[in-house]
T-cell receptor
Framework: KAGVTQTPRYLIKTRGQQVTLSCSPISGHRSVSWYQQTPGQGLQFLFEYFSETQRNKGNFPGRFSGRQFSNSRSEMNVSTLELGDSALYLC??????????????FGAGTRLSVL | QKEVEQDPGPLSVPEGAIVSLNCTYSNSAFQYFMWYRQYSRKGPELLMYTYSSGNKEDGRFTAQVDKSSKYISLFIRDSQPSDSATYLCAMSGDNYGQNFVFGPGTRLSVLP
């Protein structure tokens, strides 16, 4: 079974630009969560999508947005990039249903550098 | 107080040592407890999963959950240099909509 796939692996952007990251979950998983990881703040939750609907949201500004498609693939968009957005962005998938084991499986991440 | 606290590290031990990694939490609604291992520049990899209180063993790894004390631990026996990584504890509630919450991580170095 293929794992969680994130593309691209690396991105370099400049301040003010926007960026879109992609995540393909494990087959059969309906929940996709996005996290930002930095050395100072650790792993911070951005949002979670389940069946094409945002189910949970963390404390990030509106410049961070996402969506999920009918095949459970998800995209995350960051507009008007700031230097502080440089981070490893991780996607995690899970079955997402309450009567199943609630385990998240992570992709390798997209490393975003904002210059 | 943060929702999940973890021994800050970094932790350096000689090869073959027993390693104890610990997390405390404040939310009594947490029911699922996980340990992830993250190598440098990689995504977290699930190591252990426990539901509610108790112990779980998998090879050299043992996870313990004490819900009454809101304390979880991961023990690594006969530690190897390949165990050198950052270890993250994570937890979530019983409700499908509840967020996963991660500890800040403990960096472990096992010296040959």
């Amino acid at each position: 079974k293929a794992g969680v796939t994130q593309t691209p692996r690396y991105l370099i952007k400049t301040r003010g630009q926007q960026v879109t990251l992609s995540c393909s979950p494990i087959s059969g998983h309906r929940s996709v969560s996005w996290y930002q990881q930095t050395p100072g703040q650790g792993l911070q939750f951005l949002f979670e999508y389940f069946s094409e609907t945002q189910r949970n949201k963390g404390n990030f500004p509106g410049r961070f947005s996402g969506r999920q498609f009918s095949n459970s693939r998800s995209e995350m968009n960051v507009s008007t990039l700031e230097l502080g957005d440089s981070a490893l962005y991780l996607c995690a998938s899970s079955l997402g249903e309450w009567d199943n084991k609630n385990i998240q499986y992570f992709g390798a991440g997209t490393r975003l550098s904002v210059l | 107080q943060k929702e999940v606290e973890q021994d800050p590290g970094p932790l350096s031990v000689p090869e073959g040592a027993i390693v104890s990694l610990n997390c405390t939490y404040s939310n009594s609604a947490f029911q699922y407890f996980m340990w992830y291992r993250q190598y440098s520049r990689k995504g977290p990899e699930l190591l252990m999963y426990t539901y509610s209180s108790g112990n779980k063993e998998d090879g050299r790894f043992t996870a313990q959950v004490d819900k009454s004390s809101k304390y979880i631990s991961l023990f690594i026996r006969d530690s190897q240099p390949s165990d050198s990584a950052t270890y993250l504890c994570a937890m979530s509630g019983d409700n499908y909509g509840q967020n996963f919450v991660f500890g800040p991580g403990t960096r472990l170095s096992v010296l040959p």
